[in-house]
């Protein structure tokens, strides 16, 4: 019926609360806001930044997986949006049940991910592997692989050997670089007092066993150092788990409560 009876709405009292009408707005227009951010940042990565051998590397593009999720973003806000503004119940039903959706795939893959532990680190060490071949090819891959070394104070995947995947990092005696049996100046231990970065810290390293590395370097893998931080920082994960779902759970307790209002006003004038 979508609102179609225009009766004289000053004479008759008004179910909806204006309150959560107006909340369910706001609260979509500001992810609204944040998709269109998302899809921005997704179409200037593909367009500028990643090189073509590292794009067709990876299964999925980082980029393009911003922009579907961005996309999907807009138009299930944009629903919320809309219909909450209009009392729209088609919108409104769209927007609770896209937003359902959304949140049982990410409770689906949450559960698989715990029970088949095994196979998605195999998943992760794979991507990393790829990351650690192409870390020269792409600047923000890079910068990503520095940033995680660096605050997980680990080294590859496996351990610092795992540098050995790089062309310029190889540490057999055909490879010419001036880098080889180099790892990243990420994996190096900071120096105190040190002023300048010595990005040639790492130089020979693999060449060290695992004694004479520690000296130098965080010798220890991600993967291992992955798991002990989420095991020491359960309570963060699980804050960090509640406020990825809350919103969405107020999002269709919200919309489901307005819609509910919204029926009950057009039964109330017929």
Known sequence: MDRKLNLNRAETFSFVNPWIRYFLFFFSFLFWVFS???VAI????????ATD?????FLIDPAVILIVVGVVMFFITFCGCIGALRENIRLLKTFSFSLTLVFLTQLAIAILGFFYSDQTQDALGKFVKKAIVHYRDDLDLQNLMDYIQKEFKCCGWNNYTDWSWNLYFNCTHENPSNERCAVPY?????????VVINTMCGFGVQTQNYLEANKSIYPVGCADRAVMWIESHLLL???LTLGLA???IAGIVLSQILISQIQ?????VL
């Open 186 to 194: 990420s994996c190096c231990t900071p120096v105190p007092g040190e």
């Open 246 to 248: 809350l919103p969405q």
């Open 237 to 239: 994960v699980g804050a």
């Open 53 to 57: 051998a590292v794009r067709d590397t």
């Open 36 to 38: 269109l951010l998302i």
């Open 264 to 268: 009950d006003e057009i039964t109330s």
């Open 42 to 49: 997704g179409v200037y990565a593909k367009a500028q930044k």
